[in-house]
């Protein structure tokens, strides 16, 4: 087993193309090409977790965080940053992250890890992405056309939404005269030949383009493809940022908060008052009030996320109730997500959950 096949696994659930402009997702230290003894799988890297890859004998590290967000110009040791990645490299460990790239995603994310828990219905993104879309149209002869369709939606093409395989097909004839040079599949050198072709249109996300282009190139008979590929505005409903659910039924304030205490396994919320019953949510792991309105105007009862500052609980208004659950503690489930996806793929080598707590915030109570 690779680093690299880890890799492909995290990134084909959640591509590094999902992943927010300051972020540093994917692989931080080590070479793709390097061999697995073991992976640790945890929420933050410290120096304590690096030494517990070692005891245990983990040659990877899967984090949420990355352990480098900034450039870094020396490596002396004078930070936990530097010496993190001082011991792993004299120690042959590798790091890897995936993080807003993760959190971005429905299938298998980080928002829908917590819906889970919270055994939310009809879980839905909050903010789906834009211009993440794109159309193409591709004109191929009859006869070929049903190969061509399929190894199309083999690679990626046709979703949308909770559909796919979704094509639009319409026939017509086209014409074209090879010169001199030309190889075709069908006709001659300097004569007009005229093809009963299938107009075929599908979309897919921008990428999965390298997939597309393959499978196309690889199962389109002709030397020359015509084609067209353009930008969409569509929504992608299966990526973007936070999430939307229902409780199974409605429940009043105190009561849900002991729910959403017990559920989450927290030791305190920070909480708005809210007058009404709560059953719609709204939340994202992390730091997610820059999604509070979106929240609102979806007409969630409750926004659960982390971060938010005094001034930002004024916003609410009494419209909805937000829960400050902290941000390790919402985000702390996500090694489970890390450990479903590989233990469904890989069954060849050992993975283990991080043993040491790395939230930074304690409570005094």
């Known amino acids: ?83 993190i990645l001082i011991h792993c490299i004299k120690n042959n ?10 959190d971005n995603v429905l299938q298998h994310g980080v928002n829908t890890k917590i819906a889970e828990k919270l055994n939310l219905q009809d879980v839905k993104i909050l903010k789906p992405l834009h211009g993440d879309l794109l159309k193409m149209t591709v004109y191929c ?19 949308i939404g909770n559909y796919s395989e979704c094509a639009f097909v319409s026939q017509g004839t086209g014409s074209f005269k090879p010169n001199v040079e030309a190889n075709p599949t069908i006709g001659s050198s300097g004569i ?16 999965k383009r390298k997939e597309i282009w393959a499978a ?5 008979p002709y030397e020359e493809i015509a084609y067209q590929e353009v930008g969409i ?3 992608n409903q299966d990526k973007g940022s936070g999430v939307i659910g229902m409780l199974n039924t409605p429940m009043q304030a105190a009561e849900f908060l002991t729910y959403l205490k017990n559920q989450m396994g927290l ?54 109730m937000i829960c400050d659950i902290g941000h390790y503690e919402s985000e702390v489930y996500t ?15 050992a993975v283990h959950f991080s043993e040491i707590n790395t939230n930074p915030v304690n409570y005094y109570y």
């Open 1 to 83: 087993m690779k680093i690299k096949d880890i890799v492909e696994c995290i990134e084909t659930i959640a591509p590094l193309s999902y992943q927010e402009d300051y972020d540093n997702a994917g692989l931080i230290v080590g070479n793709e090409n390097d061999e697995i003894s073991g992976v640790l799988l945890c929420l933050d890297v410290t120096e304590e977790v690096v030494e517990e890859a070692i005891q245990k004998k983990c040659s990877l590290v899967i984090s949420h965080h990355p352990t480098v967000f900034k450039g870094i110009k020396k490596l002396n040791g004078n930070n936990s940053i530097e010496r």
């Open 216 to 220: 196309l190139r690889a199962n389109h």
């Open 141 to 159: 002869p009859e006869k070929s056309s049903s190969i061509l369709i399929d190894s199309l939606f083999a690679a990626g093409a046709g979703k």
């Open 192 to 207: 007009r030949e005229y093809v009963q072709e299938n107009k075929i249109e599908f979309i897919f996300e921008k990428y």
């Open 267 to 320: 030791e305190c919320i920070k909480y708005t008052k809210f007058s009404s019953s709560i059953r719609k949510i709204a939340l994202c792991g992390g730091s997610g009030k820059f999604l509070l309105q979106e929240a609102m105007k979806q007409g969630a009862d409750a926004f659960i996320s982390a971060d938010f500052k005094y001034h930002d609980y004024f916003e609410s208004e009494g419209k909805l």
């Open 233 to 235: 505005q569509n929504t």
């Open 335 to 349: 090694k489970e997500i890390f450990m479903k996806l590989l233990k469904e793929k890989f069954t060849n080598f």
């Open 93 to 102: 460990i590798a790091l890897y992250a995936a993080h807003t790239n993760l």
